[in-house]
């Protein structure tokens, strides 16, 4: 997927400012197939480092990019998510995912942005191959 169809998918999403996630679109456009539907963009505090968060309808990517550092992602199916919830809090929201038996709490996220994590996190799930 090239970063112009991403960008007009964030703005469909009514995300408008990549400001605060400029560092990691273009590896997120990079793995990103046009058949994968794009459904949630946030970003948030994991293991110390500021994350971009990924809610497609077949996994989740966690990216962290740097300006001087190599693209670190960790990628996961939307299948193997245990559970999901988003405790929004007046400036310090967090957005909680477990799956794999393994739990991954973002930190510091926007808090605006709740509704639209729960929308993603309840749309089908497409099996990939």
Known sequence: MDKSYLLDRLRELGIYSTYYHRLE???????????????????????????LVAITDSRILIVASAALTQTNMIVIKRSAVQSYRFEKRLLLSKAIITAEDRTYVFAQTQGSIEKLFNWAMIQPVKESE
Request: charged share 25%; aromatic share 14%; net charge positive.
């Open 25 to 51: 679109l273009k590896p997120l456009a990079s793995v990103l197939p046009y058949d994968e539907k794009l459904n949630c963009l946030f970003t948030g505090y994991y293991d110390g480092q500021r994350r």
